[in-house]
C-alpha cells in the first residue's frame, strides 16, 4: 500500500494477499482502477468498498468488490486528481502474458499514454502489458516504486534523461 486508503482516493488493486478468499479467486482484479467508496472495520483489519472503473471479466453486472487496504495501491487521494500533459508522461501496465503466475503482486510496468483505450501494447522493457485504463485520471507510472520494472526504469531514464530521478549529488 501507498499512502493511506480513505474515502473516495483513486486506487489501483496491486494484490490479492489479504482480501477474502472469494476475492483472492478472481486474479482479473489485479491492476484494475477504482476508488474507494466506504471503509469497513473488521476487528484489527479494515476492508475498503470500492467501485471498479472497468468491469471484470465473467462479472459483468458487478461494479463494487471489498479489498483488504494492504491489497491496494493509493494513487490520488480523496478529491480530482490533477491531469498530467506531455509526451513524456507514461502510466501503468501489467504482464499479459507472465511467465509464471504471481498472486502476491504484479510488477509495474511503464506503458506510453495513448488516445485510445488498448488492451495490449509494449511496455518500455519490450514486454506485452495490459495499460491500466482510468476514465477520470492518469495513472502515472513512479519509476522509484520498490515493484515498478527496473528494465522500463532505465529505459525512461536512456529515452528521457531530463525525467531521470535525482539522487543524491556525488562529491
Known amino acids: 500500500m501507498t499512502g493511506r486508503v480513505s474515502v473516495g482516493c483513486s486506487v489501483i488493486v496491486d494484490t490479492l494477499l489479504h482480501s477474502h478468499a472469494s476475492t483472492r479467486a478472481i486474479h482479473d482484479l489485479i491492476g484494475k482502477p477504482g476508488y474507494v467508496v466506504r471503509l469497513v472495520p473488521r476487528g484489527s483489519s479494515t476492508y475498503a468498498l470500492t467501485e471498479m472503473f472497468d468491469m471484470v471479466r465473467g462479472y459483468p453486472d458487478q461494479r463494487k468488490w471489498s479489498f483488504h487496504v494492504d491489497d491496494l495501491y493509493v494513487v490520488t487521494g480523496p478529491g480530482p486528481a490533477p491531469l498530467a500533459h506531455g509526451p513524456g508522461v507514461y502510466t501503468v501496465g501489467f504482464e499479459a502474458y507472465p511467465a509464471e503466475f504471481r498472486v502476491m503482486r504484479g510488477t509495474r510496468h511503464a506503458v506510453p499514454v495513448s488516445r485510445g483505450r488498448q488492451s495490449l501494447t509494449e511496455s518500455v522493457c519490450g514486454l506485452i502489458v495490459r495499460p491500466v ?16 520494472c527496473p528494465g522500463c526504469a532505465e529505459g525512461l531514464v536512456a529515452r528521457h534523461p531530463d525525467l531521470a530521478v535525482r539522487g543524491p549529488a556525488s562529491p
Do not use: E, G, L
Request: net charge neutral; charged share 10%; hydrophobic share 30%.
Open 133 to 148: 485504463h482510468s476514465p477520470t485520471w492518469p495513472v502515472s507510472f513512479d519509476p522509484t516504486a520498490r515493484i515498478s
